[in-house]
Structure formats: structure tokens, C-alpha cells
């Protein structure tokens, strides 16, 4: 089903072939990154996220909402980025009189070290919310490895009881490879659609995501991002407007 739905996106979407390229030098040195010499083992992906919440606590102040909390991202196998400080896609329901804060944490697979935590404040009204990493040597993604991350709503000022509301995921840091560098500059092929074919989820949410907010009444950004959330069975966020987040300074583990 996956597959064939990748298919009708890149039928219907050519026309972005032009449109939504990004310079082979940023293809290739994404967060930094060296193009590998060999094309990597078969990778056995990423373990399966919680990419909506399963409930609330009994205790929760969170108002019920239409839509969850919801992260945009495939949840299933294969969550994956090339970039060394990747940006997350969140949609937030709530609005500012119902939320004191959202925290984002991300840690490395074995939860042992924290890697990044940030505080996002309320914004408004609810949207599509954005996270970057920040590009500083303590928060980037190594490459070949995976990393847990948790995005935690508090709907009250009272923390002590933990969160009121909390979905969780994987992310995982592939290498460039000189053949993956060869498709992403193949000005046939957008690339997303490629992105998308090797699992790099991500990129290809991050990609069309900025390339939409940057350009809202550009339909075929608008078509695109609807097809790609459709693809992630996320086609019910596709009305929801994309906000940019205030982020608090981050801290890691020493």
C-alpha cells in the first residue's frame, strides 16, 4: 500500500521536480556529513514509535480535543534523516490559555544520556509546530545510530504528578552514499519522492514542510504536502496551519 501510494505521489507531483531541489552541496553535506565510499547494509530500521498518545492521565487538565497531540513522522521502521541536527514535525491541538508548556527531549537509544531537552512555549492557537536541533557539537545525531525522543504536554503549572499528555519516537542518522547523492541530484525526480523511497521520512517532511510555509499559496506545495501526509496517514492535519515554535534555550548531559 506504501509503495503504491509513493508511486501515485510521484505521478502526480513531477512538476516539483524543478521546484523543490536543494543544492548538491547541501544534499551531500547535510549537517556536515561525508558522502560514504560504499552503499551501507540493508538497515533494519527503526523501532515502532507512539506517534499519538495513548490517553490522558485521570488527573489530566488537558481539555479534549478533536485531534491529539500528533508527531508527523512514519512511527513504523523507518524514521531516518541524513542530517546531523534534524527538525521535528509536531501538531499541538492546544492553545495558550490551555497549556502551560511542551517539553521535547531526545536521548540516545538506550535512554541513558540526554542529547537535547528544550522547552516549546504555547503558541495561540493549535498548528503545526516545528523543532530544530540546534547546530552545536553536543546536539548532533551521530551517524549509523538511533535516538529516542519524547514530546510531553503539561496543561497545568503542577508537574509533579508527570505528564498529562506524551507521545514518543525514534529517529535514526543514515550515512550519504555516493548512489543516494546521485538520486537526490537526478532533476527528474523530486526530492521527497526520493527521500521517501529510502525512508528518510524526516527530510522528506522537513523538506516540503519549510517549502510550503515558505510559499503557502503555491499549490503544488500544497498538493505535495498533502499527498506526503496521506502517505504518513496523516491526510486530517493537512488544513492545519504551520507555526513556527519559541524554543527556550536547550541543555544536554556533560
Not at 513522522?73 to 534523516?81: A, I, L, Q, V, Y
Not at 497545568?156 to 514518543?168: A, C, L, M, Q
Not at 514542510?209 to 498538493?223: D, I, L, R, V
Request: hydrophobic content about 35%; glycine content about 6%.
Amino acid at each position: 500500500m506504501m509503495k503504491l501510494l509513493i508511486h501515485l505521489l510521484f505521478a502526480s507531483v513531477i512538476a516539483l521536480a524543478s521546484m523543490l531541489r536543494l543544492p548538491a552541496s547541501m544534499s551531500t553535506e547535510m549537517g556536515g556529513q561525508q558522502v560514504a565510499q560504499e552503499t551501507e547494509p540493508t538497515d533494519p530500521g527503526t523501532p515502532k514509535g507512539t506517534s499519538e498518545p495513548a490517553g490522558t492521565r485521570p488527573e489530566s487538565t488537558c481539555p479534549p480535543t478533536e485531534t491529539p497531540l500528533t508527531a508527523i513522522n512514519h512511527g513504523n521502521e523507518s524514521d531516518f534523516t541524513l542530517a546531523e541536527y534534524p527538525i521535528f514535525f509536531f501538531y499541538n491541538p492546544y492553545s495558550r490559555e490551555n497549556l502551560d508548556a511542551i517539553e521535547f527531549s531526545l536521548y540516545d537509544r538506550a535512554e541513558r544520556r540526554t542529547i537535547y531537552r528544550t522547552e516549546i512555549e504555547p503558541r495561540e492557537n493549535p498548528g503545526i509546530i516545528q523543532l530544530r536541533i540546534p547546530e552545536q557539537a553536543d546536539y548532533g545525531l551521530e551517524v549509523n545510530q538511533t535516538y529516542r525522543w519524547y514530546l510531553t504536554a503539561y496543561c497545568s503549572e503542577r508537574r509533579t504528578d508527570g505528564p498529562d499528555v506524551e507521545i514518543n519516537g525514534w529517529i535514526h542518522r543514515k550515512p550519504m552514499t555516493e548512489q543516494l547523492e546521485a538520486e537526490l541530484e537526478n532533476p527528474s525526480i523530486p526530492q521527497y519522492i526520493t527521500y521517501m523511497n529510502e525512508g528518510i521520512w524526516y527530510d522528506a517532511v522537513s523538506l516540503l514542510a519549510q517549502s510550503y510555509a515558505s510559499n503557502p499559496q503555491n499549490q503544488t506545495f500544497k498538493e505535495a504536502w498533502e499527498n506526503l501526509l496521506q502517505a504518513l496517514g496523516r491526510e486530517h492535519l493537512s488544513q492545519e496551519p504551520l507555526i513556527n515554535p519559541v524554543v527556550s534555550g536547550g541543555e544536554a548531559d556533560e
